[in-house]
């Protein structure tokens, strides 16, 4: 008899434990709670879709390219698919500066250093109606699971054995031998596991920052600029980020991400007007956005509860649960600055697979996922942690007149600002060997631990300013006050909650 597999959640983690554990031949039932697919059309689907469980949906997404790889050699037809219905492929080409582009020469492993971009319905619809095609697989849309049907053994873990809910509104109870939990950020069965008793432990802290998300459409006739000729459409102004995510058939999005002690802010930029006004003193964006290029098709959508968040299932040697893996963001998370929140989800259901076929043992099946997830994510988790608490210390020396670096700082603000970036940005071999670690391919900080790279970064470094001018990126915008006093916007009163907070936080 074939191993049955019940998935909670048909977003993006859900589905590719479904693409990956669909060649194994087992049989899998994906859980749903919102409803089916109502259109094939990406700009109505856009529009429509109701995601009740993915608040994010229309947030900015791409694939990195561990993910790609991923759906490359095991589901090639997918891939296809999804260029079909206008989904990007951004190559490592596009990442090279004007000055890279005169000293570059291709290698075979740059095709692995592409992203995928699109607006993250046209992903969630091509992804959810491949998977619809494969026999094993059968997606049932309009169930809610309730709870999951535990039993505590005598050993003290806990036998997961299948979930309760209701589809289309009727109870229904539905058995398996293995219980993958991807409900997500706001999934509450791991909760209820944590609540139970289940030796579950977790760490969770801020991010401290939100993310502020418009769509645009490029007008008839234009296209994306020339990114030579263009400010590049990143950037980071330490009290605003900012990006361009190119997506399907002449859209894109905008996002912009702003600390969470930048009240006023904060605020303001749910206003359409205000965003699109910020868009334009922005000289990376002003090229995209301006009236003559582009319009807008969204309302600005904000995401907050933004946190770095790990779980173990397994400690000291003894996992929480038999049958029963959570992956995701009901695993992990993280900022979603690099995009690394979908990759992270097909990597754990790649290694789930993986597990699932080396042994029938629910206990070892359990240890060895533990250790594979925490030798492929766990490095990622603590480069994106560390990054968070710089930037949100940045945050408030933003808002602190005055503030002074200690000399540790400043050297290693120099080493990232005038060695790694500028090192990057002009000898396209150390740019190749720093994506591969951006891209999940390898661990984030083996490409500066290699002698030959580290030297190089070194080099950059000590050439000094005047010699690397070339090299550094224009100004990606103006000053806090000077953009906060355009905008019409009380540049004082997150400085003067910010003075008054310090005393009572020390």
């Known amino acids: 008899m074939r191993e049955q597999v019940i998935v909670i959640g048909a977003g993006i983690g859900g589905l590719c434990t479904a693409l990956m554990l669909a060649p194994s031949g087992r049989d899998i039932i994906v859980l749903e709670r919102d409803g089916p697919l109502e259109t094939s059309d990406p700009d109505e689907l856009f529009k429509t879709w109701k995601r009740v469980g993915v608040g994010h949906v229309r947030q900015s997404h791409a694939f990195l390219a561990r993910l790609r790889t991923i759906m490359k050699s095991e589901h090639p037809a997918l891939l296809d698919q999804l260029l079909e219905l206008g989904v990007r492929e951004l190559p490592f080409e596009n990442m090279l500066t004007e000055k890279q582009q005169a000293r570059y020469r291709a290698e075979p492993e740059d095709a692995e250093l592409t992203i995928l971009t699109s607006r993250r319905t046209t992903l969630e619809m091509a992804m959810r109606r491949y998977v619809q095609t494969l026999e094993n697989v059968t997606l049932r849309s309009g169930f809610l699971v309730r709870k999951l049907i535990t039993r505590k053994g005598e050993d003290g873990i806990f036998d997961v054995s299948g979930v309760e809910g209701e589809e289309n509104g009727a109870p229904i109870t539905l058995t398996a031998d293995v219980v993958v939990d991807a409900s997500g950020k706001s999934g509450f069965t791991i909760e209820q596991l944590m609540e139970e008793g289940a030796g579950i432990r977790e760490e969770s802290e801020s991010a401290g ?151 029938p043992d629910p206990v070892a099946r359990a240890l060895a996922f533990h250790e594979r997830v925490t030798a492929e994510l766990h490095p990622f988790y603590i480069v994106q942690r560390r990054q968070d608490r710089s930037a949100i210390k940045r945050a408030h020396e933003t808002l602190t007149p005055g503030a002074k670096q200690s000399f540790k700082s400043k050297l290693m603000e120099s080493f990232v600002e005038d060695g790694v970036k500028i090192a990057v940005r002009s000898d396209p071999r150390l740019l190749r060997e720093a994506m591969r670690g951006f891209h999940m ?36 915008g103006p000053e806090r006050i000077e953009m906060m006093k355009a905008l019409k916007l009380n540049y004082q009163a997150d400085m003067e909650r910010a003075a008054t907070e310090r005393p009572l936080a020390a």
Request: charged share 25%; with cysteine; aromatic share 12%.
């Open 209 to 359: 920052i939100l993310y502020f998300t418009r769509h645009y459409r490029f007008l008839p006739g234009k296209s994306e600029p020339d990114r030579n000729e263009n400010p590049p459409p990143t950037g980071d102004l330490g009290f605003l980020k900012f990006g361009v995510f190119p997506g399907d058939n002449g859209n894109f999005s905008i996002t912009v991400a702003i600390p969470e002690i930048e009240m006023e802010l904060r605020k303001s930029i749910l206003d359409p007007d205000i965003f699109h006004q910020i868009t334009l003193m922005l000289p990376g964006l002003r090229p995209w956005t301006n009236s003559e290029q582009s319009e807008p098709t969204s309302k600005v959508f904000g995401m907050g509860d933004l946190i770095s968040r790990w779980r173990d299932m397994v400690v000291d040697g003894k996992p929480a649960a038999r049958g029963y893996f959570p992956l995701g963001d009901t695993l992990v998370r993280t900022n979603p600055l690099y995009g690394r929140g979908c990759s992270f989800a097909a990597v754990a259901a790649q290694a789930l697979r993986h597990t699932l076929d080396e042994t």
């Open 441 to 476: 391919l390898e661990h984030p900080e083996k490409w500066l631990g290699k002698p030959k790279n580290m030297a190089g970064v070194l080099y950059y470094w000590a050439r000094g300013k005047r010699l690397n001018a070339a090299a550094y990126a224009p100004k990606p």
